[in-house]
């Protein structure tokens, strides 16, 4: 089997090209093509099949992660989106859960109130009622009203639409008809149908979650389409896989009716490559340090295992997506960060980043702002005379001194120590988020291996782990691809889920098997879509519980066999350990049902290191040299190759 792993960064394309028969590895890098992401990464594709001596059509799968879809979200840029709910819920995307950013402030913005998913003026509602428990229809739907409700979005011009119904995941029924009837008014409208997307209770955050879809949804089906129309009209025979949130992987149509499982996809990947390469250097415990261009993600896995958030957690740019998502924090710490000095007289830097185009000043691009990149070229620790991408990127050093120099000069330092003060700003930076996803959730640091990734983060992980007393440090086989290593250390991954919302102690089984049969039928089907079966297909099943009286749930994977005999209790058991894993104690407490879910898990062939790998930065002999550098404020001089492995040395 022949796969690609392909991650799209703000600065740079990363690609890994296996052959699982022969034991192939070869690896490149290219610039990212902001203005259209998928042309850089097919350029990448058929680049890295020509370095390994194949073509786009000999490859079996094709497994990508993206930020699009993030990117959106953070920057405010997605779709003109309409609504149609039920008569009398029209302002719950704006009543939200009365949750603020900061506590105790009484001057702030609360994202989804600035900046609407939805604009109120396209919150249309029709009269319609489903009841719960059991879904029955208290007033019917009139096809008439949704008929010119949809009309009404037709002249407002917008380009998706979202159906967010009360208690359509009991009953579909009328979100069903109200979708047909859009599809008549609205052809080339995206919609965006909440039992379709995520048929859970909980209005606001399932209303929140499927009009996030559609506010990325125009954008990211487009470019999932594009990407995949121009690796089929290249020869690739089969659907590109896309890295979720909940580190499985998903194919290109799925990923298109779906975007918003897509929102973490990058930073995901780059954790998953960290545990793969943990696990080849004999570690479990490990905390990712992957730094990019742009941002730099922070993960910890305990056991080498991965973290889920709790799904009433799962926001991102503010606004609540309740979709399985891997816990990672991304920080705007990368090599691209620009370097300022801001109004109030603050040494800042980042968030905002010199991207691929133009990039860092010493790129030659004609940036002119100071970034972190041209920090580490100032100080000697990026050699200029080897440059990026295997040596066909030079780097100008003489270009990051006269960035530096206006930072400098608005500091009062030398443009030396301003570039050393900046270094050590995303240090602790980087320190900080560890301690959030680390110290603060009960890990100590000092019982994990730090993993250094990304194109930059071999350059601070030493400090890092210093600052921290992390006993060790791994630096993978070529880093700066860790996270598109990591797309192909994953298996792919389907969810289905539904809500139950039945007590253990009142059971129906016939119910609940019925419900998980359901799911089970859809897991086994888009799994045989993806070309698993067999031993190669799992499916799984695991439902969200809570004690009686508790607002929120747990997640845990339920005992086998049927639904029946002492079932009841070693769910409740299971439920009780899971609690306690979470909370650090359990009760004696009635437990419920809430939401029920089925996996459905291909597994792919698992990913080894060869000897040796072909691609660019494969020296054919090491070379040697010294070469004048500065690490802290005192030390000057030149520094051997082995300097920077003692400095690894100190930190082991």
């Given at each position: 089997?022949?796969?690609?792993?392909?991650?799209?960064?703000?600065?740079?394309?990363?690609?890994?090209?296996?052959?699982?028969?022969?034991?192939?590895?070869?690896?490149?890098?290219?610039?990212?093509?902001?203005?259209?992401?998928?042309?850089?990464?097919?350029?990448?594709?058929?680049?890295?099949?020509?370095?390994?001596?194949?073509?786009?059509?000999?490859?079996?799968?094709?497994?990508?992660?993206?930020?699009?879809?993030?990117?959106?979200?953070?920057?405010?840029?997605?779709?003109?989106?309409?609504?149609?709910?039920?008569?009398?819920?029209?302002?719950?995307?704006?009543?939200?859960?009365?949750?603020?950013?900061?506590?105790?402030?009484?001057?702030?913005?609360?994202?989804?109130?600035?900046?609407?998913?939805?604009?109120?003026?396209?919150?249309?509602?029709?009269?319609?009622?489903?009841?719960?428990?059991?879904?029955?229809?208290?007033?019917?739907?009139?096809?008439?009203?949704?008929?010119?409700?949809?009309?009404?979005?037709?002249?407002?011009?917008?380009?998706?639409?979202?159906?967010?119904?009360?208690?359509?995941?009991?009953?579909?029924?009328?979100?069903?008809?109200?979708?047909?009837?859009?599809?008549?008014?609205?052809?080339?409208?995206?919609?965006?149908?909440?039992?379709?997307?995520?048929?859970?209770?909980?209005?606001?955050?399932?209303?929140?979650?499927?009009?996030?879809?559609?506010?990325?949804?125009?954008?990211?089906?487009?470019?999932?389409?594009?990407?995949?129309?121009?690796?089929?009209?290249?020869?690739?025979?089969?659907?590109?896989?896309?890295?979720?949130?909940?580190?499985?992987?998903?194919?290109?149509?799925?990923?298109?009716?779906?975007?918003?499982?897509?929102?973490?996809?990058?930073?995901?990947?780059?954790?998953?490559?960290?545990?793969?390469?943990?696990?080849?250097?004999?570690?479990?415990?490990?905390?990712?340090?992957?730094?990019?261009?742009?941002?730099?993600?922070?993960?910890?896995?305990?056991?080498?295992?991965?973290?889920?958030?709790?799904?009433?957690?799962?926001?991102?740019?503010?606004?609540?997506?309740?979709?399985?998502?891997?816990?990672?924090?991304?920080?705007?710490?990368?090599?691209?960060?620009?370097?300022?000095?801001?109004?109030?007289?603050?040494?800042?830097?980042?968030?905002?980043?010199?991207?691929?185009?133009?990039?860092?000043?010493?790129?030659?691009?004609?940036?002119?702002?100071?970034?972190?990149?041209?920090?580490?070229?100032?100080?000697?620790?990026?050699?200029?005379?080897?440059?990026?991408?295997?040596?066909?990127?030079?780097?100008?050093?003489?270009?990051?001194?006269?960035?530096?120099?206006?930072v400098g000069a608005a500091l009062g330092l030398p443009v030396e120590e301003a570039a050393l003060g900046a270094l050590q700003i995303q240090k602790y930076s980087m320190?900080?988020?560890?301690?959030?996803?680390?110290?603060?959730?009960?890990?100590?640091?000092?019982?994990?291996?730090?993993?250094?990734?990304?194109?930059?983060?071999?350059?601070?992980?030493?400090?890092?782990?210093?600052?921290?007393?992390?006993?060790?440090?791994?630096?993978?086989?070529?880093?700066?691809?860790?996270?598109?290593?990591?797309?192909?250390?994953?298996?792919?991954?389907?969810?289905?889920?539904?809500?139950?919302?039945?007590?253990?102690?009142?059971?129906?089984?016939?119910?609940?098997?019925?419900?998980?049969?359901?799911?089970?039928?859809?897991?086994?089907?888009?799994?045989?879509?993806?070309?698993?079966?067999?031993?190669?297909?799992?499916?799984?099943?695991?439902?969200?519980?809570?004690?009686?009286?508790?607002?929120?749930?747990?997640?845990?994977?339920?005992?086998?066999?049927?639904i029946a005999g002492d079932w009841v209790e070693r769910c409740a058991e299971a439920f009780h350990r899971a609690h306690e894993r979470e909370y650090g104690q359990r009760?004696?407490?009635?437990?419920?049902?809430?939401?029920?879910?089925?996996?459905?898990?291909?597994?792919?062939?698992?990913?080894?290191?060869?000897?040796?790998?072909?691609?660019?930065?494969?020296?054919?002999?090491?070379?040697?040299?010294?070469?004048?550098?500065?690490?802290?404020?005192?030390?000057?001089?030149?520094?051997?190759?082995?300097?920077?492995?003692?400095?690894?040395?100190?930190?082991?």
């Open positions: 089997m022949r796969r690609i792993g392909v991650d799209v960064g703000g600065t740079f394309t990363d690609l890994i090209l296996v052959d699982d028969e022969t034991g192939l590895i070869a690896v490149d890098k290219v610039p990212s093509t902001p203005d259209d992401p998928a042309r850089g990464t097919v350029d990448g594709i058929r680049r890295v099949c020509e370095r390994a001596g194949s073509t786009v059509a000999d490859l079996d799968a094709i497994l990508h992660g993206t930020t699009v879809a993030t990117n959106i979200a953070l920057t405010h840029t997605g779709a003109e989106v309409g609504m149609i709910t039920t008569e009398g819920f029209r302002d719950i995307l704006h009543i939200a859960r009365h949750k603020k950013p900061f506590n105790f402030s009484l001057y702030q913005d609360l994202p989804w109130q600035a900046h609407p998913l939805v604009k109120r003026r396209h919150r249309l509602t029709v009269r319609e009622r489903v009841t719960a428990p059991r879904g029955e229809v208290l007033v019917p739907l009139d096809d008439d009203e949704v008929r010119e409700r949809a009309r009404e979005l037709a002249r407002a011009g917008v380009e998706a639409v979202s159906v967010c119904l009360l208690h359509a995941y009991l009953n579909p029924e009328h979100e069903q008809r109200v979708a047909a009837i859009l599809r008549e008014e609205l052809p080339e409208a995206y919609l965006s149908v909440s039992h379709e997307v995520l048929p859970l209770y909980r209005e606001y955050e399932r209303f929140s979650t499927v009009s996030l879809n559609a506010y990325v949804g125009p954008k990211v089906s487009r470019y999932v389409e594009r990407l995949d129309g121009a690796v089929r009209e290249a020869g690739f025979a089969r659907d590109v896989q896309l890295m979720q949130s909940s580190g499985g992987t998903v194919g290109a149509a799925a990923a298109s009716a779906r975007p918003v499982s897509l929102l973490m996809s990058g930073p995901v990947a780059g954790l998953i490559g960290g545990i793969w390469a943990g696990r080849l250097a004999g570690v479990d415990s490990v905390i990712t340090l992957d730094m990019g261009g742009t941002s730099a993600d922070i993960g910890v896995a305990p056991g080498g295992e991965l973290r889920m958030r709790h799904l009433v957690d799962t926001a991102v740019a503010g606004y609540q997506a309740m979709v399985p998502m891997v816990d990672v924090d991304a920080i705007g710490a990368g090599g691209g960060s620009i370097v300022h000095v801001d109004r109030g007289g603050v040494f800042r830097v980042g968030p905002a980043s010199a991207g691929a185009d133009p990039g860092p000043a010493c790129y030659g691009r004609g940036g002119t702002d100071a970034t972190s990149t041209d920090a580490q070229v100032l100080l000697g620790r990026l050699r200029p005379d080897r440059g990026l991408l295997g040596g066909e990127m030079t780097l100008d050093p003489a270009l990051s001194r006269a960035a530096f120099e206006p320190t900080q988020a560890i301690e959030l996803n680390s110290v603060r959730r009960g890990y100590d640091p000092r019982d994990f291996t730090l993993v250094a990734a990304g194109g930059a983060g071999p350059l601070f992980a030493c400090d890092v782990a210093l600052e921290l007393e992390i006993p060790r440090v791994l630096v993978p086989p070529h880093p700066g691809i860790t996270s598109a290593t990591g797309l192909l250390a994953t298996d792919v991954v389907h969810e289905f889920v539904a809500t139950a919302m039945q007590p253990l102690a009142r059971l129906e089984p016939a119910r609940l098997e019925a419900l998980f049969a359901g799911l089970e039928a859809q897991a086994v089907e888009q799994l045989g879509v993806d070309g698993f079966a067999g031993e190669r297909a799992i499916v799984t099943r695991l439902a969200d519980c809570r004690y009686t009286g508790q607002g929120y749930e747990v997640r845990f994977e339920l005992p086998g066999g049927p009760f004696d407490s009635p437990v419920e049902i809430v939401n029920v879910r089925v996996t459905g898990v291909g597994l792919v062939p698992p990913l080894g290191w060869p000897e040796a790998a072909a691609g660019s930065g494969t020296p054919a002999r090491p070379r040697r040299g010294r070469s004048p550098s500065r690490w802290t404020a005192a030390s000057r001089g030149s520094t051997p190759p082995s300097t920077t492995a003692r400095r690894s040395a100190r930190a082991t």
